[in-house]
């Protein structure tokens, strides 16, 4: 088999049939199945795939265990040669999955790739970006970062002036959609749970850079994401309220503890 597709639902029913059904018809000259992992959403998700794709995999884990652990019960129930990624508010564009599966084939260096994510406008969303520092978070949730040499430090970190239309080795790329070579995955391992919500991508993407494997952004393959930087927005009213905000800050120390006295930079 070709490639494994794993999306990961909680309480997002609408959005995984949409996925589900625009996979389908934007993906025809691959062997591939489907795997919905929900984390105990209780939103009828079982009901609604039975009905409109039968043939597509449900694992229920029974709680909500969260983006990593939640892919990871996903991914360990998977048989294809590439492992994709896919979260339910991404839509497919232009054969998009089969471009990337060639890409992984023509680049065995290649042991993760996500590919070009634009806005419902059209517009270019940032998806690919540098690791990130200590220093490069104060900057993006404090006043700090309206200042000039904060503001060139991010801009360097997003990548805004990188030519989003040409792939590249890129440190990391969003976890909205990312394909993994199966054969590197053995060896680098699985996501890390004890990530809860967020870095768990970037955590990966550096560990296979470790691991000697190259991480790229793919341009030509497109799709759009409905991405809402919900943590982020005010984050010092809601630092003790936004639930969000908090696993991101928890995720960030835990990244950062881990990588302790490691280079910043893995990437070769």
Known sequence: MDLSIIILNYKTTGLVKQCVRNVKVATASLDYEIIVVDNGSGDGIEKMLKANFPE????????????AAGNNVGIKQSTGKYVMLLTPDVTVLNHSIEKMVNFMDQNLEVGLAGPKLINPDGSYQISCRTFQT??????????LGKLPFAKKDLDKHLMKNFDHDSSKEVDWVMGACMIVRREAMNQVGLLDERFFFYVEDMDWCRRFWMANYKVFYIADAEMVHLYERASA????????????????????????????????????
């Open 56 to 67: 597509v995999k449900f694992i229920q884990t029974g709680k909500n265990l969260g983006f």
């Open 134 to 143: 200590p220093k490069l978070v104060l900057y993006r949730r404090t006043p």
């Open 233 to 268: 927005n005010d984050p010092w009213r809601f630092l003790m309220f936004n639930k969000l905000t908090r696993w991101h800050i928890a995720s960030g120390i835990k990244y950062f503890a881990k990588y302790l006295g490691v280079k910043d930079h893995a990437r070769k």
